[in-house]
Structure formats: structure tokens, C-alpha cells
């Protein structure tokens, strides 16, 4: 079974403390960010690096935005000259197959020490001297733990002073992201609520990552119940009908549709939209700015001659992504011509 090596004492970690004041999170979240950063170098990497291993990636892993910059500041990741790829610092001394060997190792010796204590005889005084040596050598392990307990709160005070003395007065808010993530249940249901079911297992993670987005974008609330609403609003309007028999599906893949955050949509847009029939056009007929003003909200997104004959017209097909633009030639793209004003008549659109 796959392991990383966790100190104990890792959420009380200067570093973390750092960590949490540049993010304005608590440390425990932190710590629990930490380890999904590090068990993913430990499954995906074999030296810490990897052409993969970016920022950007890292912190949709984490779900706060600039976490891996605040881990290179700390030095606990390396970072290439260009700032974008990074690495796991001291990747060998930590989660290399030999550091988890001197772990293994250090762990079954420290067993077996404590099993053949437990075995010895103990020797015992019914004097009071006896009694009042056991009571000594007791109380300096108590001063021990309350030094220890001491030096803890002292490196805390000490790391919120100097980062930000003023905040250091008030009280720290607690996590809204550990309180708003998803749930895989949620995901499936959320999935199960879409009207297009395909693809699911690149779906579920594209739920996953958008509800991660919106919690670092700081957003907070029931984020998950709000894309389920969203969800089923869409799936209940035009644009979330199937398409008549022999019609070309129109409604983006499930993956496609939280990837790009169309659940932020304006739902009335989804009730001019949908699969039933080709889009009508204006009394009289398309004219090149009307056609452009319902591609540019995204009532047209193809045309093809009316008469089409895939073996005679291959390139008749034209999909639109709301770049378009209008002049004197027709309706252009990038600069150039894909439909001309003279042929729009010749067309039929549809969503």
C-alpha cells in the first residue's frame, strides 16, 4: 500500500504557519493541502519532477490559488528558471524508497524497545526515598511537555506578528473550504441531474474541479447544491431537451459544460436555445448584423446549404464560436470570409 512519511508535528510547523497567514487559511487545512501535494509528487513523480507538475496544476490539485508559490517561498517546492514548472525539495530524504526504508526501519526499532521495556522487571522501593525518586524523575518530563506546549504557541505569536501584526488581533475565521467541498455522492448526483449523460468519468472529475474553482475564487455557501440547481434548471429548459429523431444533438458534452462554467449562465438564455427545431429567422429573411448579433448569443451555432449533399458540398458545413465579426464582404472569422452576405439566403441555422 502506497505511504508518505508525516511528522506529527507538522501542522504546528513554522512553514505552515507561513503558509496559512499568506493564504489567510488555517494551518490545519494546510497540512491536509500539503499531504494531497505530496502523496501526488509520491504517486506521479520517481525523483520529485515531472513535465506535468506545474503551478497551475498543483493548485487546482490543492484548491487555493497560489498555493504552490507560497510552498516554493518556503522552500519546501523548487520552481524552473520560467516560474511555471516545479519540483519536491529533498524529494529523496523524504519519499524516496530509501528514506521510507530508514522509516520502516526506525519505526520497528523503536517496537521492539518499547516491547523488551515493557518485559524487564521493575524494580520496586518501599521506602519513601524509592517513592520520592520516582516522583523526581517524573516532574522533569512534565516540565518537558509544558516547554514543549510553550515554544508551540511562542513560534505561532511570533510568525503572526511579523507577517501581519494587525490581523494578528483578531480572530482567525475558520475554513470555509474545508466546509464546501463536494462530495463524490454530490458529483454523481449532479451528474445524474444532467440532461446529457455521456462521458461520465471525465464529468464527475469537471464537477469536482468547478466546485474547486469556485472555492478559490472564495466563494462561499453551498456551492454544490448551487450547481445542482443550476443543473436542473438547465435540463428542465429548451436548451436541455434531446434533439428530434434523425437531428444532430446540439447540448455540449456533460465534461464540456461545468469545464467552461455554464452553470453561471443566465437561465433565460437557456430558454431561447434547444434541439426541438431549426432556429427561425427574422421576418424577411437573415441579414448579415442580425445574424451576427444571434450567433453572438449563441442562437446560431452552425449553418448548411439547404439543398446539402455531403459529396458534393464537404465544406458547406460552418460552425460559429461567437468571434465573428461583420463587414461589407459577409460574416468573417480571423479576417477571412466564411459566409458571404450574398449566400445567407442559401443557408439554413441552427442551434
Same mark, same amino acid.
Given at each position: 500500500?502506497?505511504?508518505?512519511?508525516?511528522?506529527?508535528?507538522?501542522?504546528?510547523?513554522?512553514?505552515?504557519?507561513?503558509? $496559512?497567514?499568506?493564504?489567510?487559511?488555517?494551518?490545519?487545512?494546510?497540512?491536509?493541502?500539503?499531504?494531497?501535494?505530496?502523496?501526488?509528487?509520491?504517486?506521479?513523480?520517481?525523483?520529485?519532477?515531472?513535465?506535468?507538475?506545474?503551478?497551475?496544476?498543483?493548485?487546482?490539485?490543492?484548491?487555493?490559488?497560489?498555493?504552490?508559490?507560497?510552498?516554493?517561498?518556503?522552500?519546501?517546492?523548487?520552481?524552473?528558471?520560467?516560474?511555471?514548472?516545479?519540483?519536491?525539495?529533498?524529494?529523496?530524504?523524504?519519499?524516496?524508497?530509501?528514506?521510507?526504508?530508514?522509516? %520502516?526501519?526506525?519505526?520497528?526499532?523503536?517496537?521492539?524497545?518499547?516491547?523488551?521495556?515493557?518485559?524487564?522487571?521493575?524494580?520496586?522501593?518501599?521506602?519513601?526515598?524509592?517513592?520520592?525518586?520516582?516522583?523526581?524523575?517524573?516532574?522533569?518530563?512534565?516540565? #518537558?511537555?509544558?516547554e514543549k506546549e510553550y515554544k508551540k504557541k511562542n513560534?505561532?505569536?511570533?510568525?503572526?506578528?511579523?507577517?501581519?501584526?494587525?490581523?494578528?488581533? %483578531?480572530?482567525?475565521?475558520?475554513?470555509?473550504?474545508?466546509?464546501?467541498?463536494?462530495?463524490?455522492? %454530490?458529483?454523481? %448526483?449532479?451528474y445524474a441531474a444532467y440532461p446529457r449523460q455521456v462521458? #461520465?468519468?471525465? $464529468?464527475?472529475?469537471?464537477?469536482?474541479?468547478?466546485?474547486?474553482?469556485?472555492?478559490?475564487?472564495?466563494?462561499?455557501?453551498?456551492?454544490?447544491?448551487?450547481?445542482?440547481?443550476?443543473?436542473?434548471?438547465?435540463?428542465?429548459?429548451?436548451?436541455?431537451?434531446?434533439?428530434?429523431?434523425?437531428?444532430?444533438?446540439?447540448?455540449?458534452?456533460?465534461?464540456?459544460?461545468?469545464?467552461?462554467?455554464?452553470?453561471?449562465?443566465?437561465?433565460?438564455?437557456?430558454?431561447?436555445?434547444?434541439? $426541438?427545431?431549426?432556429?427561425?429567422?427574422?421576418?424577411?429573411?437573415?441579414?448579415?448584423?442580425?445574424?451576427?448579433?444571434?450567433?453572438?448569443?449563441?442562437?446560431?451555432?452552425?449553418?448548411?446549404?439547404?439543398?446539402?449533399?455531403?459529396?458534393?458540398?464537404?465544406?458547406?458545413?460552418?460552425?460559429?464560436?461567437?468571434?465573428? #465579426?461583420?463587414?461589407?464582404?459577409?460574416?468573417?472569422?480571423?479576417?477571412?470570409?466564411?459566409?458571404?452576405?450574398?449566400?445567407?439566403? #442559401?443557408?439554413?441555422?441552427?442551434?
Amino acid at each position: 500500500m502506497p505511504w508518505i512519511k508525516i511528522e506529527h508535528e507538522l501542522p504546528d510547523k513554522p512553514e505552515v504557519w507561513q503558509i $496559512a497567514d499568506e493564504l489567510s487559511i488555517d494551518p490545519d487545512a494546510v497540512a491536509g493541502k500539503l499531504l494531497r501535494v505530496w502523496s501526488w509528487f509520491d504517486a506521479h513523480t520517481k525523483d520529485g519532477g515531472a513535465p506535468i507538475a506545474t503551478k497551475a496544476l498543483l493548485d487546482r490539485l490543492a484548491g487555493v490559488t497560489n498555493f504552490c508559490a507560497a510552498m516554493v517561498k518556503v522552500g519546501w517546492l523548487g520552481e524552473d528558471s520560467q516560474g511555471e514548472q516545479v519540483y519536491m525539495a529533498n524529494f529523496e530524504h523524504h519519499n524516496g524508497e530509501t528514506a521510507k526504508e530508514r522509516a %520502516q526501519k526506525n519505526r520497528r526499532v523503536t517496537k521492539s524497545r518499547a516491547k523488551n521495556d515493557a518485559e524487564k522487571p521493575v524494580k520496586r522501593s518501599c521506602s519513601a526515598g524509592g517513592a520520592t525518586n520516582a516522583l523526581q524523575k517524573a516532574l522533569p518530563e512534565k516540565e #518537558k511537555e509544558k516547554e514543549k506546549e510553550y515554544k508551540k504557541k511562542n513560534i505561532k505569536k511570533e510568525i503572526l506578528e511579523k507577517s501581519n501584526p494587525e490581523k494578528n488581533q %483578531q480572530e482567525n475565521a475558520p475554513d470555509s473550504e474545508t466546509e464546501h467541498r463536494i462530495t463524490l455522492a %454530490q458529483a454523481e %448526483q449532479i451528474y445524474a441531474a444532467y440532461p446529457r449523460q455521456v462521458g #461520465k468519468r471525465k $464529468a464527475i472529475a469537471a464537477i469536482i474541479e468547478a466546485v474547486g474553482d469556485c472555492v478559490a475564487a472564495g466563494e462561499i455557501g453551498d456551492i454544490a447544491g448551487r450547481v445542482l440547481t443550476a443543473t436542473e434548471k438547465y435540463a428542465a429548459s429548451p436548451a436541455g431537451q434531446p434533439p428530434a429523431p434523425g437531428k444532430t444533438d446540439f447540448r455540449p458534452h456533460p465534461a464540456s459544460w461545468f469545464a467552461d462554467g455554464r452553470y453561471d449562465d443566465d437561465p433565460g438564455d437557456w430558454q431561447s436555445q434547444g434541439n $426541438a427545431s431549426n432556429h427561425s429567422p427574422p421576418e424577411g429573411g437573415w441579414t448579415p448584423k442580425p445574424l451576427l448579433s444571434a450567433i453572438k448569443k449563441s442562437e446560431i451555432a452552425t449553418a448548411t446549404l439547404a439543398e446539402f449533399d455531403p459529396e458534393k458540398n464537404k465544406d458547406t458545413l460552418i460552425a460559429f464560436d461567437g468571434s465573428e #465579426k461583420y463587414n461589407s464582404s459577409g460574416i468573417t472569422r480571423a479576417g477571412k470570409v466564411i459566409l458571404k452576405s450574398e449566400d445567407i439566403k #442559401k443557408y439554413k441555422f441552427e442551434r
